[in-house]
């Protein structure tokens, strides 16, 4: 026979099993509200500065990424490959 508890039931230990995380359990995004992901949907097609490891710094637009890359292309023009490891920071001009 299956366990028909209801999803509102409190084990033992008086914690909710309502499937919802213990907010100190959740991660940094869903308690401040943003994560990487978003940033980068939030980004892409406009212009930003990207800022390198390495010092350098280019300006233009996010036309694509994957898990390890970003794809830009420069103001300057011509398309740039970059690695994400290779990013020191990323800079979004105020609105």
């Known amino acids: 026979m299956k366990d028909t508890k209801p999803t509102n039931a409190k084990p033992t230990n008086g914690k909710p099993t309502n499937g919802r995380a213990d907010p100190a359990q959740r991660g940094a995004a869903q308690r401040w509200g943003t994560s990487a992901a978003a940033f980068y949907f939030d980004i892409e097609g406009e212009t930003i500065q990207v800022h390198l490891m390495t010092g350098d710094v280019l300006t233009g637009v996010v036309v694509g990424l994957d ?29």
């Open 67 to 95: 898990t390890f890359d970003l794809v830009f292309e420069q103001d300057k023009g011509g398309r740039v490959l970059i690695p994400k490891h290779a990013i020191a920071y990323i800079e979004q001009p105020a609105k």
